[in-house]
């Protein structure tokens, strides 16, 4: 069985999705006039929809940290999963900011619970999934290690 988890939705955040918007809009309309607003499009719509996902191949035992370029094609290198590899589960903080009319700092920070693949030395190896409360983590990280056949921490 392969399970799909999204980790981020944007790879370049949230400021530089919406410009990958506005460029492959602005891209586009250019297009009509002349051919090489095709490539801003193009740029635009690589930032828009560029976003990080974890794909977990139970049948095989294997993981993958994939990058969806464009939204559509996977790329990432597949891991295979080992006994003595453990889940984990980490409170991550992220924050971003953007300047607005050039000089004025617009900060969005989220927290969120990600369940996280560790190798036998305790080393971080990918997020598995991303989680919005404790109870909800804890849950999928039984789930995922009852799938995988490792322990969790």
């Not at 989220?110 to 999934?129: C, F, G, N, T, W």
């Not at 109870?135 to 969790?152: N, V």
């Amino acid at each position: 069985m392969i399970i799909v988890n999204r980790i981020d939705n944007n790879s370049f955040g949230p400021f530089a999705s919406s410009t990958g918007i506005f460029m492959l809009i602005g891209g586009l309309i250019i297009a009509y006039f002349n051919l090489t607003g095709l490539f801003l499009a193009i740029i635009g719509a690589f930032v828009a929809f560029t976003s990080t996902s974890t794909i977990i191949d139970t049948a095989n035992r294997r993981i993958r940290h994939a990058d969806f370029l464009f939204g559509l094609l996977p790329f990432g290198k597949w891991i295979d999963i080992k006994d003595d590899m453990k889940l984990g589960i980490k409170k991550v903080r992220r924050g971003y900011t953007g300047y607005i009319r050039g000089t004025q700092p617009m900060s969005i920070v989220s927290s969120e619970i990600r369940i996280i693949l560790y190798d036998s030395s305790q080393k971080q190896i990918l997020p598995v999934k991303r989680c919005k409360s404790d109870e909800s983590a804890l849950h999928e990280i039984k789930e995922i290690s009852s799938l995988l056949g490792i322990s969790y921490q």
